[in-house]
């Protein structure tokens, strides 16, 4: 095979490795530096004592994603993993303590098990919902998710027929299509929940946020056998594979340049690297305001300076003994006031949020607990980012307050009616400012950038930057974070260096 470009990738997350993986594929000599001492960046796992928990993602959605990456790099990707349907996938528990049992897939089972947990018009409300995700998905897919963004002109391909803007209402928040859907403020509740997917705050998120239900419902939630974490493993064997340098605890320091082209990096250690072509999946903020020492870099770092960051999260991994009745897959105690939760986090008084919304992941996976007598319990509460106390953060690392919140939480969990304390026989703390230090995520924010406002969607940084040769992938550049679109990311990514060549 002709090697055509020699490709380094900054960062084995799971845009990395993908990418990684496709250009490989393609005849491409591709080496991927690490800086931990583990790859797949935020899609990790923690075992202890036969208990293992996902770390990061414990919901997979929109396979076909990653369906596609697997079959054009080697072999399906049912034969990587052991791909698991959820039936049912979610336990919500609202505040006045009516709860839903929901079905994995099929939008008609769940606006039915929203009625029978809901009553009232909540099956044909949430179905009118779905029906509106579905047309928003039709129109956005492929000239916004799949495709480069090129700015304006993403824009107008969107903006060409006025039924389709009406239909996407770029100026309308997910609040308000809730509001305006809904007679039940439970389900405005619930369809909330669909903007911290995507790390935001569904009062400035937009409307079009409503795909995220319809891709969950229409095409399933899912589990990876062994934990989420699998699928991490698999991109890694599938690099390797196909030829892929790995290297762990590689720091990369700086991008060099020749001109306005890239041609390598340069570690903590000393070492370089020659490249024609540089693929970044560390942080935007961090490749244009450290890595890379130019002024096309300076002006990129403006425009993130200006976005909202994502929401963070503040992790329990609970050892659990005994087993739970009426515990699901997936599992949320909503709070009663979802606006004191985005205030605490996106407002002027940041702080660890009183009274959270709760999730609760405890797979049901023989690989993922001791015995058949013990749950591995991965609880999640969104929290405001790590930081210095300025700019809408708060400091994790204050002696004691980790723990202090951590207890905090579990009562919180008590008192919705699922006290837990007794049965827990060790639990482990993973604070935003741990997902920093882990994975270099800014703040610990789980997704990159926020899509809080109408234009935070057009103004996360391009897959390909100014500077000739280099691209970006992952959470924090277009089209965001969460696995499907880091997935839809890294196929860009690949299909512009492919067509460059
Ligand atoms: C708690 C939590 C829950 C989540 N839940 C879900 C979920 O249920 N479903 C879902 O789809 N998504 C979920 N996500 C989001 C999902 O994990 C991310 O969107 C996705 O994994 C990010 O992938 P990425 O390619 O952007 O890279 P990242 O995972 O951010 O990896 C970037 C990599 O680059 C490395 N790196 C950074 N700087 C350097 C450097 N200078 N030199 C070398 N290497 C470097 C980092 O160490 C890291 O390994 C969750 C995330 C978290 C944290």
Known sequence: MVVKSKVIVIGAGVGGLATAARLAAKGNSVTVLEQADHFGGKLAAYRRD???????P?????PA??????LKTGGPLEEAIDLQPLDPAFRYQFSDGATVIMPGVGTGQCADALASGLGGRAADEWRTLIKRGGAMWQITREPFLQSPLTGWRNVLSLARNPSDVHTVAPFTTLRSLGEKTFSDKRLVTLLDRYATYSGSDPRKAPAVLATVPYIEQTFGAWHIGGGLSSLADALVKRCLDLGVELHSNTD??????SGNQVSGVRTVDGEAFAANILVANADAGQVYGSLLDSQAAREANKGIKKSTPSLAGFVLL???SGRTPGLQHHNVWFTENYDAEFDAIFGRRIAPVEDPTIYVCAPEDRLMRPDTDHESWFVLVNAPRHGDGTNGTINWDEPGLAEHYADHVLAVLARRGMDVRTRVLW???????????????PGGAIYGTSSNGARAAFARPANKSPVGGLYLVGGSSHPGGGLPLVGMSAEIVANLINSAD
């Open 50 to 56: 036969g208990f293992v928990f996902d770390t990061g």
């Open 65 to 70: 994603v990653y369906r596609d990456l697997f």
């Open 318 to 320: 609970l050892a659990v």
């Open 58 to 62: 414990s919901l997979f959605t929109l």
């Open 427 to 441: 639990r482990e703390i993973r604070t935003p400012a741990d997902l920093e230090r882990d994975v270099r995520a």
């Open 252 to 257: 990369v320091t700086s991008i060099t340049t």
